[in-house]
């Protein structure tokens, strides 16, 4: 992940932690530096389920407080100091050991944290606070991944590097008919630009609405056994409104078998298919992150950090696009917007 990273950020972890994870985390603190958090976490924030490492620079306290949350906050640890100065660039690696998590900032040994808690349990990376973060990276022989699901990098269009978790896999679509959503639609509204964990199925308008330049985010877990599940850039919120983008991942549908079905729909009439794909990203059970960028002549589409396909508009103009609608056999853990 590259730079302006929005804080506060919370990124779900594939496949959680092991012995010889490197959490690789670079950024600043803010000039006006009075605390921030690094936190290794169950849940998506420190709110939301037990935390194994809570990692808090206090600038006005001269110390960096570790602890872990269990149901309730732990014995703090303050020794070694303040490493982070107010507008200085750090470098933080969180290497996960057997015993513990080995900290050093910029390159040197800062310090050891215990275990307090099983390891297993972190699936998510949040951080809070009076920082800029502009990279985040798991590496080592512990980093998540799914061997055989992805296929090896090809340069690909360019996308400008964001928020965005480790990688996963993705699956294929096909026009849905009417009445997917339902008397029971769902509409989420956006405080933050983030919406966490929203009952499927979703339809929330997109803060600021949709051009060149904007970027959805979408982390979700197709169905173990599930079939399909759709995503959709919609003119409105209706369940008839058009829509800009029909982006039907199928794993077994009809006659489709692991494919992605792009289309349009205008007046209730879907348009033309397309189906090529160099390689079918998702994988039932499997998380997934997607990201749909605005160009000013089409829709590129990548799935785990890396390209997937290219959607010449149909709609215009494309300022029409106001709403994302996920449906179908997947839960969502996380749609954010830059």
Same mark, same amino acid.
């Given at each position: 992940?590259?730079?302006?990273?929005?804080?506060?950020?919370?990124? @779900?972890?594939? $496949?959680? #932690?092991?012995?010889?994870?490197?959490? /690789?985390? &670079?950024?600043?603190?803010?000039?006006?530096? =009075? %605390?921030?958090?690094?936190?290794?976490?169950?849940?998506?924030?420190?709110?939301?389920?037990?935390?194994?490492?809570?990692?808090?620079?206090?600038?006005?306290?001269?110390?960096?407080?570790?602890?872990?949350?269990?149901?309730?906050?732990?014995?703090?640890?303050?020794?070694?100091?303040?490493? @982070?100065?107010? $507008?200085? #660039?750090?470098?933080?690696?969180?290497? /996960?050991? &057997?015993?513990?998590?080995?900290?050093?900032? =910029? %390159?040197?040994?800062?310090?050891?944290?215990?275990?307090?808690?099983?390891?297993?349990?972190?699936?998510?990376?949040?951080?809070?606070?009076?920082?800029?973060?502009?990279?985040?990276?798991?590496?080592?022989?512990?980093?998540?991944?799914?061997?055989?699901?992805?296929?090896?990098?090809?340069?690909?269009?360019?996308?400008? #590097?964001?928020?965005?978790?480790?990688?996963?896999?993705?699956?294929?679509?096909?026009?849905?008919?009417?009445?997917?959503?339902?008397?029971?639609?769902?509409?989420?509204?956006?405080?933050?630009?983030?919406?966490?964990?929203?009952?499927?199925?979703?339809?929330?308008?997109?803060?600021?609405?949709?051009?060149?330049?904007?970027?959805?985010?979408?982390?979700?877990?197709?169905?173990?056994?599930?079939?399909?599940?759709?995503?959709?850039?919609?003119?409105?919120?209706?369940?008839?409104?058009?829509?800009?983008?029909?982006?039907?991942?199928?794993?077994?549908?009809?006659?489709?078998?692991?494919?992605?079905?792009?289309?349009?729909?205008?007046?209730?009439?879907?348009?033309?298919?397309?189906?090529?794909?160099?390689?079918?990203?998702?994988?039932?059970?499997?998380?997934?992150?997607?990201?749909?960028?605005?160009?000013?002549?089409?829709?590129?589409?990548?799935?785990?950090?890396?390209?997937?396909?290219?959607?010449?508009?149909?709609?215009?103009?494309?300022?029409?696009?106001?709403?994302?609608?996920?449906?179908?056999?997947?839960?969502?853990?996380?749609?954010?917007?830059?």
């Amino acid at each position: 992940m590259g730079n302006n990273i929005n804080v506060p950020y919370s990124g @779900f972890i594939n $496949g959680g #932690v092991r012995d010889g994870t490197d959490v /690789v985390i &670079s950024g600043r603190p803010s000039h006006s530096f =009075n %605390n921030f958090s690094i936190n290794l976490c169950s849940g998506p924030n420190i709110d939301s389920g037990d935390v194994a490492l809570h990692f808090n620079p206090r600038f006005h306290q001269g110390h960096v407080v570790r602890n872990h949350k269990q149901g309730g906050w732990g014995a703090e640890e303050t020794a070694g100091g303040m490493p @982070f100065r107010p $507008g200085h #660039v750090f470098t933080l690696n969180m290497e /996960v050991k &057997s015993h513990g998590i080995k900290i050093l900032v =910029n %390159n040197r040994h800062f310090c050891d944290f215990t275990h307090r808690m099983a390891k297993e349990s972190i699936r998510y990376l949040f951080i809070t606070g009076d920082v800029h973060i502009s990279y985040i990276n798991f590496r080592g022989a512990g980093a998540p991944s799914y061997p055989g699901v992805a296929p090896p990098y090809q340069p690909g269009p360019s996308y400008p #590097v964001g928020p965005s978790p480790p990688s996963y896999p993705p699956a294929g679509g096909y026009p849905a008919g009417p009445g997917q959503f339902g008397p029971g639609v769902v509409v989420s509204h956006v405080s933050s630009g983030q919406i966490y964990n929203p009952v499927v199925p979703v339809n929330t308008p997109i803060p600021g609405g949709f051009y060149p330049g904007k970027i959805i985010y979408i982390s979700g877990t197709p169905y173990p056994g599930g079939s399909r599940f759709q995503v959709n850039l919609a003119c409105g919120f209706m369940e008839s409104s058009d829509l800009a983008l029909h982006f039907d991942a199928r794993f077994n549908f009809g006659s489709d078998f692991n494919v992605v079905v792009r289309t349009h729909r205008v007046n209730g009439q879907y348009g033309s298919e397309e189906k090529f794909q160099n390689y079918f990203p998702f994988m039932p059970g499997a998380n997934f992150e997607m990201m749909l960028l605005c160009e000013p002549h089409c829709i590129k589409v990548a799935v785990n950090n890396q390209h997937f396909i290219e959607f010449m508009h149909r709609i215009q103009p494309i300022q029409r696009i106001d709403h994302v609608q996920v449906q179908g056999e997947v839960s969502i853990s996380q749609i954010r917007f830059q």
